[in-house]
Protein backbone atom coordinates (compact mmCIF):
# COMPACT_ATOMS: atom_id res chain seq x y z
CA UNK A 1 0.00 0.00 0.00
CA UNK A 2 1.32 3.40 -0.67
CA UNK A 3 2.46 5.00 2.45
CA UNK A 4 2.61 8.78 2.66
CA UNK A 5 4.33 9.02 5.94
CA UNK A 6 7.60 7.23 3.98
CA UNK A 7 6.96 8.24 0.84
CA UNK A 8 7.37 12.39 2.25
CA UNK A 9 9.99 11.08 4.55
CA UNK A 10 12.33 9.92 1.49
CA UNK A 11 11.41 12.96 -0.17
CA UNK A 12 12.82 14.86 3.08
CA UNK A 13 16.22 12.51 3.75
CA UNK A 14 16.74 12.58 -0.21
CA UNK A 15 16.79 16.06 -0.05
CA UNK A 16 20.11 16.66 -0.72
CA UNK A 17 20.07 14.12 -3.27
CA UNK A 18 17.20 15.82 -5.17
CA UNK A 19 18.78 18.94 -5.57
CA UNK A 20 21.90 17.60 -6.75
CA UNK A 21 19.50 15.54 -9.56
CA UNK A 22 17.40 18.71 -9.98
CA UNK A 23 21.17 20.45 -10.98
CA UNK A 24 22.08 17.65 -13.27
CA UNK A 25 18.60 17.72 -14.83
CA UNK A 26 18.83 21.56 -15.62
CA UNK A 27 15.67 21.99 -13.57
CA UNK A 28 16.21 24.86 -11.05
CA UNK A 29 16.21 24.21 -7.52
CA UNK A 30 14.30 26.72 -6.27
CA UNK A 31 12.03 26.68 -3.10
CA UNK A 32 9.20 26.55 -5.29
CA UNK A 33 10.34 23.36 -6.77
CA UNK A 34 11.84 22.11 -3.00
CA UNK A 35 7.75 23.56 -1.67
CA UNK A 36 6.46 20.93 -3.98
CA UNK A 37 5.67 18.33 -0.98
CA UNK A 38 3.29 20.95 0.46
CA UNK A 39 1.36 22.34 -2.00
CA UNK A 40 0.52 18.84 -2.50
CA UNK A 41 -1.70 19.27 0.87
CA UNK A 42 -1.71 23.49 0.20
CA UNK A 43 -2.43 23.60 -3.01
CA UNK A 44 -0.59 26.10 -5.66
CA UNK A 45 1.44 29.18 -3.22
CA UNK A 46 -0.31 27.99 -0.36
CA UNK A 47 -3.93 28.98 -1.52
CA UNK A 48 -5.81 25.88 -0.22
CA UNK A 49 -7.97 23.14 -2.06
CA UNK A 50 -11.10 22.83 -2.14
CA UNK A 51 -10.54 19.70 0.33
CA UNK A 52 -11.89 21.12 2.80
CA UNK A 53 -9.92 20.91 5.98
CA UNK A 54 -5.94 21.97 4.28
CA UNK A 55 -5.59 25.58 5.69
CA UNK A 56 -4.68 27.54 3.19
CA UNK A 57 -0.78 29.15 3.92
CA UNK A 58 -0.44 31.81 1.35
CA UNK A 59 -0.31 35.30 2.57
CA UNK A 60 -0.85 34.77 6.39
CA UNK A 61 1.75 36.94 8.68
CA UNK A 62 5.59 35.81 8.13
CA UNK A 63 6.01 35.38 12.06
CA UNK A 64 2.45 33.89 12.49
CA UNK A 65 3.47 31.12 9.73
CA UNK A 66 7.32 30.55 11.52
CA UNK A 67 5.78 30.10 14.84
CA UNK A 68 3.71 27.44 13.75
CA UNK A 69 6.11 25.31 11.26
CA UNK A 70 8.77 25.67 14.64
CA UNK A 71 5.45 24.56 16.40
CA UNK A 72 4.68 21.17 14.25
CA UNK A 73 8.30 20.75 14.19
CA UNK A 74 8.46 20.21 18.08
CA UNK A 75 5.12 18.74 18.58
CA UNK A 76 3.63 21.47 19.83
CA UNK A 77 0.75 20.99 17.16
CA UNK A 78 -0.19 17.64 15.92
CA UNK A 79 -0.87 16.53 12.81
CA UNK A 80 1.39 13.38 11.65
CA UNK A 81 2.44 14.33 8.25
CA UNK A 82 3.61 17.32 8.89
CA UNK A 83 5.19 16.28 12.02
CA UNK A 84 7.40 14.33 10.14
CA UNK A 85 7.82 16.40 6.92
CA UNK A 86 9.46 19.40 9.69
CA UNK A 87 11.30 17.33 12.00
CA UNK A 88 14.64 17.96 10.75
CA UNK A 89 14.53 21.35 9.50
CA UNK A 90 16.39 23.74 10.61
CA UNK A 91 14.94 27.24 11.90
CA UNK A 92 16.83 29.21 8.83
CA UNK A 93 15.06 26.81 6.85
CA UNK A 94 11.72 27.14 8.63
CA UNK A 95 12.05 30.65 8.32
CA UNK A 96 12.83 30.74 4.31
CA UNK A 97 9.22 28.92 4.04
CA UNK A 98 7.54 31.22 6.38
CA UNK A 99 9.23 34.02 4.25
CA UNK A 100 7.80 32.52 1.09
CA UNK A 101 4.39 31.35 1.67
CA UNK A 102 3.81 34.93 3.58
CA UNK A 103 4.61 36.28 0.19
CA UNK A 104 2.19 34.38 -2.12
CA UNK A 105 -1.25 36.20 -2.63
CA UNK A 106 -3.28 34.13 -4.82
CA UNK A 107 -6.95 35.44 -4.54
CA UNK A 108 -9.40 33.18 -2.02
CA UNK A 109 -12.10 31.25 -3.10
CA UNK A 110 -15.67 32.23 -2.62
CA UNK A 111 -16.80 31.52 1.38
CA UNK A 112 -18.86 28.46 1.73
CA UNK A 113 -22.16 28.50 2.23
CA UNK A 114 -23.67 27.56 4.94
CA UNK A 115 -26.92 25.77 6.92
CA UNK A 116 -26.49 27.10 10.32
CA UNK A 117 -29.59 28.41 11.38
CA UNK A 118 -30.05 32.45 11.88
CA UNK A 119 -30.07 32.13 15.84
CA UNK A 120 -26.73 30.25 15.45
CA UNK A 121 -25.50 33.13 13.23
CA UNK A 122 -26.13 35.69 15.53
CA UNK A 123 -24.46 34.06 18.18
CA UNK A 124 -21.52 33.76 16.08
CA UNK A 125 -21.27 37.16 15.20
CA UNK A 126 -21.70 38.75 18.55
CA UNK A 127 -18.83 36.40 19.78
CA UNK A 128 -16.68 38.17 16.66
CA UNK A 129 -17.72 41.69 17.19
CA UNK A 130 -18.50 42.02 20.45
CA UNK A 131 -17.41 38.75 22.46
CA UNK A 132 -19.75 37.64 25.76
CA UNK A 133 -18.88 40.17 28.98
CA UNK A 134 -20.34 37.43 31.03
CA UNK A 135 -17.94 34.29 30.30
CA UNK A 136 -14.91 37.64 30.28
CA UNK A 137 -14.93 36.67 26.77
CA UNK A 138 -12.62 39.35 24.43
CA UNK A 139 -14.49 39.37 20.99
CA UNK A 140 -12.08 37.81 18.07
CA UNK A 141 -12.10 41.33 16.43
CA UNK A 142 -10.19 42.76 19.33
CA UNK A 143 -6.97 41.03 18.22
CA UNK A 144 -7.85 39.79 15.14
CA UNK A 145 -8.28 42.88 13.70
CA UNK A 146 -11.15 44.94 12.57
CA UNK A 147 -11.13 43.22 9.40
CA UNK A 148 -10.81 39.95 11.07
CA UNK A 149 -7.73 39.64 8.09
CA UNK A 150 -5.20 39.59 11.10
CA UNK A 151 -2.18 41.87 12.51
CA UNK A 152 0.64 41.41 11.21
CA UNK A 153 3.56 39.61 12.36
CA UNK A 154 2.27 37.61 14.30
CA UNK A 155 -1.79 37.40 14.61
CA UNK A 156 -3.05 35.40 11.40
CA UNK A 157 -6.72 36.09 9.83
CA UNK A 158 -9.66 34.21 10.58
CA UNK A 159 -11.44 34.52 7.56
CA UNK A 160 -11.30 32.31 4.33
CA UNK A 161 -10.68 29.31 6.72
CA UNK A 162 -12.61 25.85 6.00
CA UNK A 163 -15.45 25.74 8.99
CA UNK A 164 -13.70 22.26 9.75
CA UNK A 165 -10.62 23.48 10.43
CA UNK A 166 -11.42 26.30 13.07
CA UNK A 167 -13.85 23.76 14.60
CA UNK A 168 -10.38 21.34 14.52
CA UNK A 169 -8.47 24.61 15.78
CA UNK A 170 -10.39 25.58 18.66
CA UNK A 171 -11.04 21.58 19.97
CA UNK A 172 -7.40 21.29 19.84
CA UNK A 173 -6.59 24.11 21.94
CA UNK A 174 -9.30 22.60 24.62
CA UNK A 175 -7.55 19.49 24.61
CA UNK A 176 -4.18 20.91 24.23
CA UNK A 177 -2.73 19.10 21.01
CA UNK A 178 -2.47 22.95 19.85
CA UNK A 179 -0.12 25.20 22.19
CA UNK A 180 1.21 28.59 21.60
CA UNK A 181 3.58 30.03 23.88
CA UNK A 182 2.23 30.84 27.17
CA UNK A 183 0.38 32.69 28.34
CA UNK A 184 -1.33 30.67 25.70
CA UNK A 185 -4.53 33.10 25.46
CA UNK A 186 -6.00 31.25 22.30
CA UNK A 187 -6.53 28.46 24.73
CA UNK A 188 -8.23 30.23 27.15
CA UNK A 189 -10.62 31.82 24.36
CA UNK A 190 -11.53 28.01 23.72
CA UNK A 191 -11.45 26.84 26.95
CA UNK A 192 -14.63 29.75 27.16
CA UNK A 193 -16.44 28.42 24.25
CA UNK A 194 -19.09 25.92 24.99
CA UNK A 195 -19.78 23.49 21.63
CA UNK A 196 -22.68 25.58 20.83
CA UNK A 197 -20.22 28.93 20.64
CA UNK A 198 -17.70 26.75 18.48
CA UNK A 199 -20.57 25.85 15.76
CA UNK A 200 -21.49 29.25 16.00
CA UNK A 201 -17.91 31.65 15.32
CA UNK A 202 -16.93 28.71 12.85
CA UNK A 203 -20.03 29.21 10.68
CA UNK A 204 -20.31 32.60 10.19
CA UNK A 205 -16.69 33.38 10.07
CA UNK A 206 -16.42 30.67 7.00
CA UNK A 207 -19.33 32.37 5.72
CA UNK A 208 -17.80 35.81 5.00
CA UNK A 209 -16.14 37.53 1.79
CA UNK A 210 -12.35 38.14 2.24
CA UNK A 211 -11.68 41.55 2.67
CA UNK A 212 -8.40 42.93 1.05
CA UNK A 213 -7.38 40.10 -0.07
CA UNK A 214 -6.70 38.71 3.79
CA UNK A 215 -3.47 41.05 3.72
CA UNK A 216 -2.98 41.43 7.41
CA UNK A 217 -2.69 44.62 8.77
CA UNK A 218 0.31 46.00 10.11
CA UNK A 219 0.61 46.67 14.22
CA UNK A 220 2.84 49.67 13.13
CA UNK A 221 -0.23 51.22 11.61
CA UNK A 222 -2.55 50.36 14.41
CA UNK A 223 -0.82 52.48 16.94
CA UNK A 224 -3.70 52.35 19.38
CA UNK A 225 -3.28 48.26 19.33
CA UNK A 226 -4.01 47.02 23.05
CA UNK A 227 -4.50 42.89 23.40
CA UNK A 228 -7.25 42.20 25.81
CA UNK A 229 -5.26 39.40 27.43
CA UNK A 230 -1.80 38.28 27.16
CA UNK A 231 -0.56 36.50 24.47
CA UNK A 232 2.75 35.02 25.23
CA UNK A 233 3.18 34.21 21.20
CA UNK A 234 2.86 38.19 20.19
CA UNK A 235 4.65 39.19 23.84
CA UNK A 236 7.20 41.66 21.40
CA UNK A 237 3.48 43.33 19.92
CA UNK A 238 1.77 43.86 23.06
C1 LIG B 1 -0.24 15.59 3.97
C2 LIG B 1 -0.73 16.93 3.80
C3 LIG B 1 0.19 18.07 4.21
C4 LIG B 1 1.47 18.31 3.79
C5 LIG B 1 2.33 17.48 2.84
C6 LIG B 1 1.86 19.56 4.39
N1 LIG B 1 0.86 20.04 5.19
FE1 LIG B 1 0.88 21.74 6.28
N2 LIG B 1 -0.89 21.24 7.13
C7 LIG B 1 -1.67 20.15 6.78
C8 LIG B 1 -2.82 20.10 7.66
C9 LIG B 1 -3.95 19.07 7.60
C10 LIG B 1 -2.70 21.20 8.55
C11 LIG B 1 -3.64 21.54 9.70
C12 LIG B 1 -3.32 20.60 10.83
C13 LIG B 1 -4.09 20.89 12.08
O1 LIG B 1 -5.18 20.35 12.21
O2 LIG B 1 -3.61 21.66 12.91
C14 LIG B 1 -1.49 21.91 8.18
C15 LIG B 1 -1.07 23.08 8.77
C16 LIG B 1 -0.03 23.86 8.31
C17 LIG B 1 0.33 25.17 8.79
C18 LIG B 1 -0.41 25.97 9.83
C19 LIG B 1 -1.47 26.84 9.16
C20 LIG B 1 -2.14 27.78 10.09
O3 LIG B 1 -2.91 28.62 9.61
O4 LIG B 1 -1.91 27.72 11.30
C21 LIG B 1 1.42 25.59 8.09
C22 LIG B 1 2.16 26.91 8.23
C23 LIG B 1 1.78 24.52 7.18
N3 LIG B 1 0.89 23.49 7.32
C24 LIG B 1 2.85 24.54 6.31
C25 LIG B 1 3.29 23.45 5.57
C26 LIG B 1 4.56 23.40 4.87
C27 LIG B 1 5.56 24.54 4.79
C28 LIG B 1 4.64 22.16 4.30
C29 LIG B 1 5.81 21.58 3.50
C30 LIG B 1 7.10 21.57 4.19
C31 LIG B 1 3.41 21.44 4.62
N4 LIG B 1 2.63 22.26 5.41
C32 LIG B 1 3.09 20.17 4.19
C33 LIG B 1 -1.39 19.25 5.78
C34 LIG B 1 -0.19 19.14 5.11
C1 LIG C 1 -6.40 37.91 23.19
C2 LIG C 1 -6.28 37.86 21.76
C3 LIG C 1 -7.13 36.87 20.98
C4 LIG C 1 -8.50 36.74 21.06
C5 LIG C 1 -9.50 37.46 21.93
C6 LIG C 1 -8.84 35.73 20.06
N1 LIG C 1 -7.71 35.28 19.43
FE1 LIG C 1 -7.58 33.79 18.05
N2 LIG C 1 -5.56 33.92 18.02
C7 LIG C 1 -4.82 34.82 18.77
C8 LIG C 1 -3.41 34.57 18.53
C9 LIG C 1 -2.26 35.32 19.17
C10 LIG C 1 -3.33 33.50 17.62
C11 LIG C 1 -2.05 32.83 17.10
C12 LIG C 1 -1.69 31.72 18.05
C13 LIG C 1 -0.45 30.97 17.63
O1 LIG C 1 0.58 31.61 17.40
O2 LIG C 1 -0.53 29.73 17.53
C14 LIG C 1 -4.70 33.12 17.30
C15 LIG C 1 -5.05 32.10 16.45
C16 LIG C 1 -6.36 31.74 16.14
C17 LIG C 1 -6.73 30.71 15.20
C18 LIG C 1 -5.82 29.85 14.38
C19 LIG C 1 -5.83 30.28 12.93
C20 LIG C 1 -5.12 29.32 12.03
O3 LIG C 1 -4.86 29.71 10.87
O4 LIG C 1 -4.82 28.19 12.43
C21 LIG C 1 -8.11 30.66 15.19
C22 LIG C 1 -8.98 29.73 14.36
C23 LIG C 1 -8.58 31.67 16.11
N3 LIG C 1 -7.48 32.32 16.68
C24 LIG C 1 -9.91 31.94 16.34
C25 LIG C 1 -10.38 32.85 17.28
C26 LIG C 1 -11.78 33.05 17.57
C27 LIG C 1 -12.93 32.31 16.89
C28 LIG C 1 -11.85 33.99 18.55
C29 LIG C 1 -13.07 34.54 19.25
C30 LIG C 1 -13.96 33.57 19.85
C31 LIG C 1 -10.48 34.37 18.86
N4 LIG C 1 -9.62 33.67 18.05
C32 LIG C 1 -10.13 35.31 19.81
C33 LIG C 1 -5.32 35.79 19.61
C34 LIG C 1 -6.64 35.94 19.97
Same mark, same amino acid.
Request: glycine letters at 8%; aromatic letters at 8%; hydrophobic letters at 40%.
Given at each position: ???H?NF??C?LL??????F????Q?IPDT??Q??K??T??????G???SD???????G?P???L????K??R??K??Y??M?AL?SN?SD???K???????DQ????A?????????V?M??G?E???? /?DQ?? +?L??? %??C???KL @?G =?????P??????R?????Q??A??? /???R? +??PDC %?QQ????L @?? =???A????????????DN????SV?N??Q???PM???S?S???
Open positions: MFNRLNIAGGMVSSLQANLTRLACSCHGAQKATGYYPRIAKEGYLHQLNFDGRRPLNLMDYLEIAAFFAHPPYLPQNTDASRLARRLVIS /GQK +KPAC %MSHGE @T =VAPYIGVLGLPDYIVALGWQT /GSRA +KT %MVANK @TP =VDIAVSAWLASKTVPGIAIVIPFRLQCGVDMQ
